[in-house]
């Protein structure tokens, strides 16, 4: 298949759409990337730089950025939303009217709508019913593809078919794409793990040493496991890269927002000034989904209470690793 020639919209011009524009681009697709703030796509056009969110990535000098949502959309052949789950809704219905009717439109943000409980295919369906969808989601920090380091991660679609189109297109030397068919199963791992993540950083935060970081990132992908099962996630899609391979990777590095900002609580440090921790907004969604389906996740619950302020820092990591066990466990 020939991958010139295609119109690739990024909309959102946070660190993980910037990195898709670079990587977009340097596959040969012509790229429009869209973003709301005009002091940063001018940073961009002009500068070659993305200086909030990737200020130590130089970026190909014909990345172009638009504050133009409907230029960014016309005539794109690939939609690539980038955008944080809290307000994906309100920004997908302000600009669904331009996005062709044939482009599938890819979901590359991760999380859980906090009022509503929604994943992001769920707002999809709901405001474009019978628009086709992927969603994308592995081992991948935005500086990384940036920089064009080797990652693999994994684009799922009811429609294999099209997984398989996609993962064509967005592959290259470097930039490895799997497909799957199990929608479910990614955007579980690429949501929840954001919740877990902050508990590691807790974890960490805290000194509690190595031993526990790998208890406790094995009992939280074992939550994971038992929140696919009840969903008809497929139990190889767990142990893949999408949620096994994005879950180590988010529980172990500071790059990691998510486990920056439990790192922060696990010292009693002020979060305040970092940047967004999707995991923040999720765990309380997670935690109802749970309860919801009878599901025991005693982490994401004790994500959830220490981010509510129902337990303190030191309540949470009783809970995180000496709660009793039980046989779900």
């Given at each position: 298949m020939n991958k010139t020639g295609k119109k690739i919209a990024v909309m959102g011009s946070g660190a993980w759409g910037t990195?898709?524009?670079?990587?977009?681009?340097?596959?040969?697709?012509?790229?429009?990337?869209?973003?709301?703030?005009?002091?940063?796509?001018?940073?961009?056009?002009?500068?070659?730089?993305?200086p909030y969110y990737l200020p130590d990535v130089i970026l190909p000098s014909g990345l172009l950025a638009t504050t133009d949502a409907a230029y960014?959309?016309?005539?794109?052949?690939?939609?690539?939303?980038?955008?944080?789950a809290q307000v994906f809704?309100?920004?997908?219905?302000?600009?669904?009217?331009?996005?062709?009717?044939?482009?599938?439109?890819?979901?590359c943000a991760?999380?859980?709508?906090?009022?509503?409980?929604?994943?992001?295919?769920?707002?999809?369906?709901?405001?474009?019913?019978?628009?086709?969808?992927a969603t994308l989601s592995?081992?991948?920090?935005?500086?990384?593809?940036?920089?064009?380091?080797?990652?693999?991660?994994?684009?799922?679609?009811?429609?294999?078919e099209l997984s398989k189109e996609i993962a064509n297109l967005f592959s290259g030397p470097v930039f490895r794409c799997y497909a799957s068919d199990d929608i479910v199963g990614v955007e579980i791992g690429g949501s929840?793990?954001?919740?877990?993540?902050?508990?590691a950083g807790a974890a960490a935060g805290r000194g509690l040493g190595a031993s526990a970081q790998a208890a406790l990132v094995t009992r939280g992908f074992a939550e994971l496991r038992r929140i696919g099962k009840a969903m008809g996630a497929r139990a190889?899609?767990?142990?893949?890269?999408?949620?096994l391979g994005d879950l180590i990777l988010t529980c172990s590095s500071a790059k990691s927002r998510n486990f920056?900002?439990?790192?922060?609580?696990?010292?009693?440090?002020?979060?305040?000034?970092?940047?967004?921790?999707?995991?923040?907004?999720?765990?309380?969604?997670?935690?109802?989904?749970?309860?919801?389906?009878?599901?025991?996740?005693?982490?994401?619950?004790?994500?959830?209470?220490?981010?509510?302020?129902?337990?303190?820092?030191?309540?949470?990591?009783?809970a995180l690793i000496t709660r009793p066990l039980k046989s779900e466990d």
């Amino acid at each position: 298949m020939n991958k010139t020639g295609k119109k690739i919209a990024v909309m959102g011009s946070g660190a993980w759409g910037t990195a898709l524009a670079v990587l977009s681009h340097n596959l040969g697709h012509d790229v429009a990337l869209y973003g709301r703030n005009p002091e940063t796509v001018e940073q961009i056009n002009n500068n070659h730089i993305n200086p909030y969110y990737l200020p130590d990535v130089i970026l190909p000098s014909g990345l172009l950025a638009t504050t133009d949502a409907a230029y960014a959309l016309g005539g794109a052949d690939f939609v690539l939303a980038v955008i944080p789950a809290q307000v994906f809704a309100s920004a997908l219905d302000s600009f669904a009217r331009f996005i062709p009717e044939k482009a599938p439109i890819i979901l590359c943000a991760k999380g859980i709508e906090q009022k509503t409980g929604r994943f992001m295919s769920d707002i999809v369906s709901d405001i474009l019913p019978n628009h086709q969808m992927a969603t994308l989601s592995g081992p991948s920090f935005a500086e990384d593809v940036a920089r064009g380091l080797p990652t693999a991660v994994t684009i799922a679609a009811k429609n294999i078919e099209l997984s398989k189109e996609i993962a064509n297109l967005f592959s290259g030397p470097v930039f490895r794409c799997y497909a799957s068919d199990d929608i479910v199963g990614v955007e579980i791992g690429g949501s929840l793990k954001n919740v877990l993540a902050i508990a590691a950083g807790a974890a960490a935060g805290r000194g509690l040493g190595a031993s526990a970081q790998a208890a406790l990132v094995t009992r939280g992908f074992a939550e994971l496991r038992r929140i696919g099962k009840a969903m008809g996630a497929r139990a190889e899609t767990m142990t893949g890269l999408s949620v096994l391979g994005d879950l180590i990777l988010t529980c172990s590095s500071a790059k990691s927002r998510n486990f920056t900002y439990g790192f922060a609580l696990g010292q009693e440090k002020s979060t305040d000034g970092l940047k967004l921790a999707e995991g923040v907004a999720t765990a309380p969604g997670a935690a109802e989904l749970c309860h919801r389906k009878n599901i025991v996740a005693p982490v994401i619950d004790a994500v959830a209470d220490l981010l509510d302020r129902r337990i303190t820092i030191d309540e949470a990591v009783t809970a995180l690793i000496t709660r009793p066990l039980k046989s779900e466990d």
